[in-house]
């Protein structure tokens, strides 16, 4: 059975930070590409960050720089660092692993930013 476990929502202050934790058992994690997305009220789902089997990242213009997403292959888990948040930031974190037709999400974490 497939299972994929965000963890490390909260609230924080803009300016913050918080560590997004996305734990999978029942896969090949090594192969699977791993991503973020993040849906505010109101919005679509929208794409934050991606990390590749191989290690290549990608991000959304709006977190480069800020964001970092990294994973441990050997804990099955990835993560994501979040500094200088900001209000619109807010939103349900999800992440999704993807290799070929298998693609799983979790059921998100929120992360609300706000003073």
Known sequence: ???VEESGG?????GGSLRLSCATSGINFRLYAMA???QAPGRQREFVARITGAGATFYADSVKERFTI???NARNTMYMQMNSLKPEDT???YCN???GNN???????QVTVSS
């Open 70 to 72: 990294s994973k441990d």
């Open 1 to 3: 059975q497939v299972q």
């Open 103 to 109: 693609d799983y999400w979790g059921q998100g974490t």
């Open 91 to 93: 939103a349900v974190y």
């Open 36 to 38: 973020w997305y993040r």
């Open 10 to 14: 909260g609230l924080v202050q803009p």
């Open 97 to 99: 692993a993807d290799w």
